[in-house]
T-cell receptor, first 113, second 115 residues
């Protein structure tokens, strides 16, 4: 069955460092991969989308890579800030009109000042 | 409205009772999704509506769960004869188009506690 793994439940880093979160998947060939941020008591908020034919996507301090050979996506936050502390979810979607995304369990990032 | 609205924000019920959870999607969004998030777990897909097409119910965990979407807008998720394992946060999302290339906008969720 399809499986998504986010490499760690929690990641603690120092302010100013680069945070790297990993999303691995098996038994799946997604056409799209999305990353969301979720704060306590809130719904997820979209951050970035990357397509299977794209290697990398950037938005301000965020960078996402997508390696369909390794079946892995990396999510980077450069110059991290305490305000970046949240849970980050990766989500995979098939091509075509299949509407639902498959979400990972998330990685809780804590950025210490 | 400006975003996806869910009500109630919290619901406490007794085992065996029925509950209804409501979702108001972003105006004009044709796709609507329901997810369940249990403590420490990821989002579990429940059901997906797209326009006038038949909904994708493949994620509903049992026949106690049902959902409808009236007039292509507001949706209600109904859980009959609630069980303690139904306790979770129920999240609704909407998107402007069909398929996973579209961004999903989430509400804040309804926290359901079954005693």
């Amino acid at each position: 069955s399809q499986k998504i793994e986010q490499n760690s439940e929690a990641l603690n880093i120092q302010e100013g460092k680069t945070a790297t979160l990993t999303c691995n998947y098996t038994n799946y060939s997604p056409a799209y991969l999305q990353w969301y941020r979720q704060d306590p008591g809130r719904g997820p908020v979209f951050l970035l989308l990357i397509r299977e034919n794209e290697k990398e996507k950037r938005k301000e301090r965020l960078k996402v890579t997508f390696d369909t050979t390794l079946k892995q996506s990396l999510f980077h936050i450069t110059a991290s800030q305490p305000a970046d502390s949240a849970t980050y979810l990766c989500a995979l979607g098939a091509g075509g009109s299949q509407g639902n995304l498959i979400f990972g369990k998330g990685t809780k990032l804590s950025v210490k000042p | 409205g400006a975003g996806v609205s869910q009500s109630p924000s919290n619901k406490v019920t007794e085992k065996g009772k029925d509950v209804e959870l409501r979702c108001d999607p972003i105006s004009g969004h044709t796709a609507l999704y329901w997810y369940r998030q249990s403590l420490g777990q990821g989002l579990e897909f429940l059901i997906y509506f797209q326009g006038n097409s038949a909904p994708d119910k493949s994620g509903l965990p049992s026949d106690r769960f049902s959902a409808e979407r009236t007039g292509g807008s507001v949706s209600t998720l109904t859980i009959q004869r609630t069980q303690q394992e139904d306790s979770a946060v129920y999240l609704c999302a909407s998107s402007s188009g069909q398929g996973p290339k579209n961004i999903q906008y989430f509400g804040a969720g309804t926290r359901l506690s079954v005693l």
